[in-house]
């Protein structure tokens, strides 16, 4: 069974200040990783994924994340922020394909940027 | 093209009354899942279909839950006899099959009074 932590319930963060949303996993075996926005009042996007190769992974809206596999986190990064960034991010995992693909969920970061 | 959609986007409901809610995934996507939200929290997977094969129930709650799938196209979730603890904003995707991006609908809102 796999197991999601993000370690922040909220980040309050400056406009153009830098900001790092932490993700931790727990699983027996091998793992794809995300990490999902959600907009108020609308459904889930993707904003980047690891699968393999470079651990360093770049998403959209200038978001990236690093994956450390000796220390199972998935942190995802912004060098600098905006006010359209605030959201709640879902980091998330799913065991390499064996099956079903369910996707194991964080609890969520809600990200609030202040002028 | 269109993504995935979904009915209604609110459902205001009594205790002990029945729900459908509906899922229209992308076309040519042949798996499907079901997660639920609560208030503040994470998503929890429902339930999962892909294609022909049997689908994987394990995340459904309680008996009173239920969905079934037609072919590749749309899905029903059912939940009969709602309980309070079952309100919740209910999120359909569908993805390509195996492993592939999941696409999220906007979900439903459940409240159950």
């Known amino acids: 069974a796999q197991s999601v932590t993000q370690l922040d319930s909220q980040v309050p963060v400056f406009e153009e200040a830098p900001v790092e949303l932490r993700c931790n996993y727990s699983?027996?075996?091998?793992?794809?990783l995300f990490w999902y926005v959600q907009y108020p009042n609308q459904g889930l996007q993707l904003l980047l994924k690891?699968?393999?190769?470079?651990?360093l992974v770049k998403g959209i809206n200038g978001f990236e994340a690093e994956f450390n596999k000796s220390q199972t986190s998935f942190h995802l990064r912004k060098p600098s922020v905006h006010i359209s960034d605030t959201a709640e991010y879902f980091c998330?995992?799913?065991?390499?394909?064996?099956?079903?693909?369910?996707?194991?969920f964080g609890q969520g970061t809600r990200l609030t940027i202040n002028p | 093209g269109a993504g995935v959609s979904q009915s209604p986007s609110n459902k205001v409901t009594e205790k002990g009354k029945d729900v459908e809610l509906r899922c229209d995934p992308i076309?040519?996507?042949?798996?499907l899942y079901w997660y639920r939200q609560r208030l503040g929290q994470g998503l929890e997977f429902l339930i999962y279909?892909?294609?022909?094969?049997?689908?994987?129930k394990s995340g459904l709650p309680s008996d009173r839950f239920s969905a079934e799938r037609t072919g590749e196209s749309v899905s029903t979730l059912t939940i009969q006899r709602t309980q309070q603890e079952d309100s919740a904003v209910y999120l359909c995707?569908?993805?390509?099959?195996?492993?592939?991006?999941?696409?999220f609908g906007p979900g439903t809102r459940l409240t159950v009074l």
């Open positions: 995707a569908s993805s390509f099959a195996g492993y592939n991006e999941q696409f």
């Open positions: 699983s027996s075996v091998s793992v794809y």
């Open positions: 690891y699968l393999s190769g470079s651990t």
């Open positions: 998330a995992v799913t065991p390499i394909p064996q099956g079903a693909q369910k996707l194991v």
């Open positions: 076309s040519g996507h042949t798996a």
């Open positions: 279909f892909q294609g022909n094969s049997a689908p994987d």
